[in-house]
């Protein structure tokens, strides 16, 4: 049996004949056994841990992850960036790692680091065995990185929760640590947001605390429409408000704010393709 911590050929080479849907397939696979066609794949923590994080569990979360991530390799090749298994890759919010192992065809475990501000999720993520350097950092921290070291960030369902003093401090962060020319790609939550909230239906709003919250909020901002419209961002202090919680950020917001540290390659708002919106930075050459 190979595993992907002593075989001998690294698993970028071994993993480079599967097309995407080959990809997926052996992922998804790897919900049910860890072993999968004699390669030994990460684990995955309790179902619950999964929901808690991310909202879903199994082959259901890593298609939604999976889309990401091609999505990412997309946007790399778009935008000139070549992953090689010698690249820096880092997972910012990275959870239990769900997204990290999808690079594990493109990057040697050694160029795959994911941060995050909860041990208890980097934990299962180190006790599922996902390849890379995990490490935990504060909510307005720095990251653990030199200047000019990274050739991609991303950053899944994580700044559609920051506040704006704590973007603004990851931002500069983020454009730091990468590359001239580096990427970073980030899922962020678009004004349709509001329609979301607005109109789920009774019966989830009864079940779910977050909507129950997130419904209490929008009540405490008046004309919350106009007030999108006029500060291009609105922040909804649920969990624990201060660090994290519900933020909805239009494409004006981006390009102003988040372009003075990157060139703004894209907005994507494509409701049926993601949850969120995804924007594509590019750190100026
Ligand atoms: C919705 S989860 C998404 C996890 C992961 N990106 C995924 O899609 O599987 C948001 C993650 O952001 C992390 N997080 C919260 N505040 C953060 C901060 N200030 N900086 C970095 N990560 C943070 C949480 O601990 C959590 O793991």
Not at 121 to 143: E, H, K, W, Y
Not at 159 to 173: A, M
Not at 192 to 214: G, H, M, P, T
Request: aromatic share 10%; charged share 20%; net charge neutral.
């Amino acid at each position: 049996m190979t595993t992907f911590s002593t075989t001998r050929r690294p698993l970028p080479h071994l993993l480079s004949g599967l097309d995407d849907a080959q990809w997926l397939q052996t992922l998804q696979a790897s919900v049910d056994s860890r072993i999968v066609d004699g390669i030994n794949y990460p684990g995955f923590p309790d179902a619950s841990l999964q929901v808690e994080t991310v909202g879903s569990s199994g082959k259901e979360t890593i298609a939604e992850g999976f889309r990401f991530y091609s999505f990412v390799l997309n946007a790399a090749r778009v935008n000139g960036i070549k992953l090689t298994p010698g690249s820096k890759v880092l997972d910012f919010g990275a959870g239990w790692g769900r997204i990290m192992r999808c690079f594990l065809r493109e990057v040697l475990p050694s160029g795959l680091h994911g941060v995050d501000t909860s041990d208890r999720f980097l934990g299962a993520a180190r006790q599922t065995g996902v390849p890379g350097t995990f490490n935990l950092i504060q909510p307005d921290g720095s990251l653990p990185f030199e200047s000019n070291s990274l050739d991609i960030v991303y950053a899944y369902s994580v700044f559609s929760h920051l506040p704006e003093h704590i973007q603004k401090i990851w931002l500069t962060e983020i454009a730091r640590v990468l590359k001239p020319g580096g990427l970073f790609v980030a899922t962020v939550q678009p004004p349709r947001f509001l329609d979301f909230i607005r109109s789920a239906e009774k019966e989830c709003v009864a079940k779910s605390a977050w909507l129950q919250e997130l419904r209490a909020e929008l009540t405490k901002i008046k004309n919350i429409d106009t007030a999108l419209e006029e500060s291009k961002f609105i922040f909804l202090p649920t969990n624990n408000g201060k660090t994290y919680g519900d933020t909805i950020m239009t494409s004006t917001y981006v390009g102003r704010v988040w372009g003075a540290h990157f060139d703004i390659k894209e907005y994507l708002d494509d409701a049926e393709r993601f949850q969120q919106a995804i924007v594509t930075a590019q750190v100026r050459k």
